[in-house]
């Protein structure tokens, strides 16, 4: 084994350390807990941190490996869930003070997943209110921050869960994405996050775009983590058919390039245009898949300000719904920039309401047809850097929220895999000599998230080793 601390080593290393006894779970958890005590009063990724239930899950994981007879594939290894994973006897805050505190039932799929592959639950980690900000800020949670700037936000809404996956809290982490709340935080804290296809990983409740994946610091760990996550579960009424994935290819056979035809994204057609640091890292990432023979070309951009505009006033009105619905004090109580956007949609007639649902349709069908003539698509993940930490978004003005998410949220709707890996640095616009990290998006035809993560690892092996995470301030 490398002299790597015990916090910042992969689940595969971890579970090789378990298998030769260099090191047991109970000693890898509490050099992930002090990691967590170093780091969590500068960028606050948790929720229900409880050392001794993480201990003890441990404890009980070192008694499998020392009788040679592991649970599961992912026994011992550290895990965190996004705070609106349910998990039984716990609360779902959903970020929100609006949310009363009940008990969940049961654990929800990947949370079951992950506990019966012998994983070790942490930690729960924070999201903005419902998960609508591209931020960590939250009523319920204190506000999450980047650990490569505190100054800046981490991204969303799985805030805390990149927060916490740059910041060590050992190497795997569950979140969710319905329009980039995956990759974006992935890109903004240089880790890897994936969205699968819609279905591929069972999530209670399923809706429309909603996926949950992994977030990790390599492509073969988030490649690991869905070899446990891609399991069946019947109580997602949106789930693929149970499929045999070999997912060790993504990490044990290197994918041929020559030939493989990429499209080249770097206009979004919508929102904010892109940083010239960011164009340039994605246009050095397209040389050397080119380099490699693959076949780049520019792809013109499919997505509209209009398609976007109707995502967006879709989501206001299925808001305002359920803004509506909660008592008069509960309401009062959910931030007020995201009650200022809900409400924008209180004029809107039926017909309204019926083109901006209308959108989500266009965009998947948009998105389907520009991926034709192509194998993969490579884009930003975001056009720009993180936000100040306190602001919901990087407009930092309600109506104007989602203008950066106009590369990631058509493959939400069109239901494609897609994933976030560190191509490059640029500086933070927070605090002078801070450099940050930056995103690129692979996106796959429906179905293939091996491709794209056996994509996404070939790029890891072109970019070479990535720079040091962050050390805490």
């Known amino acids: 084994m490398t002299k790597t601390a015990l916090h910042d080593l992969t689940a595969h290393e971890l579970l090789a350390g378990y298998k030769s006894r260099d090191f047991s779970p109970v000693e890898v958890t509490q050099a992930v807990l002090a990691q967590i005590k170093l780091w969590e009063p500068h960028i606050a990724a948790t929720w229900l941190l409880r050392p001794d239930d993480a201990l003890a899950q441990a404890r009980a994981s070192e008694a499998r490996w020392q009788k040679g007879e592991p649970c599961g594939a992912l026994d011992g290894v550290p895990v965190t869930l996004k705070d609106n994973i349910a ?51 939250s009523t319920f949670h204190e506000i999450s921050r980047n650990p490569w700037d505190v100054a800046l936000t981490p991204g969303g809404s799985s805030a805390g869960a990149g927060a916490a996956a740059a910041a060590g809290y050992g190497p795997l982490h569950i979140g969710t994405d319905i329009g980039g709340s995956i990759r974006l935080p992935a890109a903004w804290c240089g880790i890897v996050g994936l969205k699968p296809s819609l279905g591929r990983v069972p999530i209670d409740p399923p809706y429309m775009g909603r996926a949950a994946g992994p977030m990790t610091r390599s492509v073969a760990d988030a490649a690991l983590l869905m070899q446990v996550l891609a399991r069946p579960d019947a109580r997602d009424s949106m789930a693929l058919p149970p499929q045999a994935i070999d997912w060790s290819l993504a990490w044990r056979a290197d994918k041929p390039l020559k030939g493989v035809r990429i499209g080249l994204l770097l206009d979004a057609g919508c929102g904010l245009p892109v940083e010239p640091a960011i164009r340039v890292a994605v246009e050095h990432a397209a040389h050397l898949f080119e380099a490699q023979g ?62 901006a649902y209308s959108a ?104 070479g080793p990535q720079r040091e995470f962050p050390h805490p301030p």
């Open 87 to 137: 998990t039984q006897g716990d609360p779902t805050p959903l970020g929100t003070k609006a949310v009363a505190p009940v008990p969940a039932a049961a654990d929800a799929p990947p949370a079951a997943r992950g506990r019966e592959a012998g994983a070790v639950v942490v930690c729960k980690t924070t999201m903005p209110d419902y998960g609508m900000l591209s931020s960590g800020l």
């Open 294 to 355: 693959a076949v780049v070309t520019p792809l013109a951009p499919f997505m509209t300000p209009e398609l976007l505009s109707g995502l967006d006033h879709f989501w206001r009105m299925r808001s305002l719904v359920d803004l509506d619905a909660l008592p008069a004090e509960r309401r009062a109580s959910v931030l007020p920039v995201i009650r200022d956007w809900a409400d924008s949609a209180r004029g809107m007639s039926g017909p309204d309401v019926f083109r």
């Open 360 to 463: 989500t349709h266009a965009v998947r069908v948009a998105t389907q047809a520009a991926l034709q003539p192509f194998d993969y698509v490579i884009s930003p993940v975001s056009p720009n850097a993180p936000a100040a930490f306190d602001w919901p978004s990087p407009t930092n003005d309600p109506l104007r929220g989602l203008e950066h998410i106009g590369f990631t949220v058509p493959f939400n709707m069109g239901e494609q895999p897609a994933i976030s890996v560190n191509c490059g640095t640029m500086d933070s616009p927070g605090t002078p000599g801070a450099v940050l990290p930056i995103g690129l998006q692979i996106a796959g035809q429906r179905f293939d998230d091996l491709g794209v993560l056996q994509m996404a690892r070939a790029f890891e092996q072109l970019r």
